[in-house]
């Protein structure tokens, strides 16, 4: 069976600190990757995808960027963190275009 | 622009009061509809994919059903553990999911 691991579970990071979150998926391959992020009270928001290696799009343009340096593993990374990154960040994979399944999270705040 | 609502924003039920989650959309081409539970401080968790109006979906005391503009989710008589924040979300044709905010609910036993 298909297992996502995320870390880490929780970070609290200075303001203009870096960032790297990872992501991994075990018992598949070639997964579509995900990067979500959901602000309190409010829903899901898309980030990045990838559908291989080093091919990712994004979908909001802000400080963060991903990088897909292995089939199962996504990361999500910033050089300067700001007050407005702070949230729950989420990884999900699917085979295709079918449903997305997510990993538990990492909740970020930024002070 | 695709747009998902849900409402109520929360509900809470006394145990075995059934009700209903509403979600509607406006896509210009529904590929699929998801339907995630998820518990405080977790990522969401799977429920149900409906691809056409009139699909219907069970799952112990759920029901996904769905409309050319809107899915239901019905709990029937819900017991304290169906407490959670249940999410909706569209697939136009497409990777991209577009998320609904989302209805707490919370069951009282």
């Known amino acids: 069976s298909q297992t996502i691991h995320q870390w880490p579970a929780t970070l609290v990071q200075p303001v203009g600190s870096p960032l790297s979150l990872e992501c991994t998926v075990e018992?598949?391959?070639?997964?579509?990757l995900y990067w979500y992020r959901q602000a309190a009270g409010r829903g899901l928001q898309l980030l990045f995808y990838?559908?291989?290696?080093?091919?990712i799009s994004s979908e909001v343009p802000q400080n963060l960027s991903a990088s897909r340096p292995q089939d199962r593993q996504f990361i999500l990374s910033s050089k300067k963190l700001l007050l407005s990154d702070s949230g729950f960040y989420l990884c999900?994979?699917?085979?295709?275009?079918?449903?997305?399944?997510f990993g538990p999270g990492t909740r970020l705040t930024v002070l | 622009e695709d747009q998902v609502t849900q409402s109520p924003e929360a509900l809470r039920l006394q145990e075995g009061e059934s009700s209903s989650l509403n979600c509607s959309y406006t896509?210009?081409?529904?590929?699929?509809l998801f339907w995630y539970r998820q518990d405080p401080g977790k990522g969401p968790e799977f429920l149900f994919t409906?691809?056409?109006a009139g699909e219907e979906k069970e799952k112990e005391r759920l029901k996904a059903t769905l409309t050319k503009k809107e899915s239901f989710l019905h709990i029937t008589a819900p017991k304290p553990e169906d407490s959670a924040t249940y999410l909706c979300?569209?697939?136009?044709?497409?990777?991209?999911?577009?998320f609904g905010a989302g209805t707490i609910l919370r069951v009282k036993s």
């Open positions: 999900a994979w699917s085979v295709s275009v079918d449903t997305q399944y």
């Open positions: 018992g598949t391959s070639n997964p579509n």
């Open positions: 990838s559908v291989g290696i080093g091919q």
């Open positions: 896509v210009s081409g529904l590929r699929g």
């Open positions: 409906l691809y056409s």
């Open positions: 979300a569209v697939q136009e044709y497409g990777n991209k999911l577009v």
